[in-house]
């Protein structure tokens, strides 16, 4: 089992390709912390993954203290942090004809600027367990499509700062 006692936190994964993440990642051995915006789906997830592999934190992305909420949370249950995994997103239909400000910053927010703070927030315990951050994107990131306008930039944003970080926190 390749994550073996390993905590991984798993931003929106009580649907989807992060509930999938988070099975692999009990299969293999790891515990991990869910997290979403729906209770039912959350603990239906909890559930499936067995009480003693996971714990649930419901909390919105756009929140102040939602990054350090959940890295505290993954501390508190299981004791440290090995893994972040940020795939929680905001996608939704937009183009430069119908996209106003509030929106875009919606999709910058949790695409982009919230993956950063959630590293930041971990980065300290990632340290000690010599941990990683991984970032799920989008092909959306390098191609566009003209009504997905917001998202392919947000996406395209995390990319550059998945890169950025990747060769300052090499040093």
């Known amino acids: 089992m390749r994550l073996q006692n390993k905590v991984i936190l798993i931003t929106g994964s009580v649907t989807g390709i992060g509930k999938a993440i988070a ?3 009990v299969e293999e051995g790891a515990r991990v912390l869910i997290h979403g915006l729906e209770q039912d789906l959350g603990e239906q997830t909890v559930a499936e993954l067995g009480a003693a592999n996971a714990t649930l934190v419901i909390k919105d992305l756009a929140d102040e203290d939602a990054a350090q909420m959940l890295v505290k949370a993954a501390l508190d249950a299981f004791g440290k942090l090995d893994a972040v995994v940020n795939n929680a997103a ?3 239909l937009g183009n430069i004809q119908t ?3 509030k929106w875009f910053r919606r999709m ?4 982009c600027i919230v993956p950063y ?3 930041q927030a971990a980065l300290p315990h990632l340290r000690e367990t010599r941990g990683s951050v991984i970032n799920i994107g989008s092909v ?3 191609s566009g499509e003209p009504n997905l306008m917001p998202y392919s930039v947000s996406k ?5 700062l998945t890169r950025n970080l990747g060769d300052t ?3």
């Open 117 to 119: 703070l959630i590293t």
């Open 140 to 142: 959306n990131a390098w």
């Open 99 to 101: 996209t106003d400000a």
């Open 169 to 171: 926190l090499m040093r």
């Open 23 to 25: 099975k692999r990642c």
């Open 156 to 160: 395209g944003a995390l990319m550059t």
């Open 108 to 111: 910058l927010e949790i695409n």
């Open 90 to 92: 905001q996608v939704g």
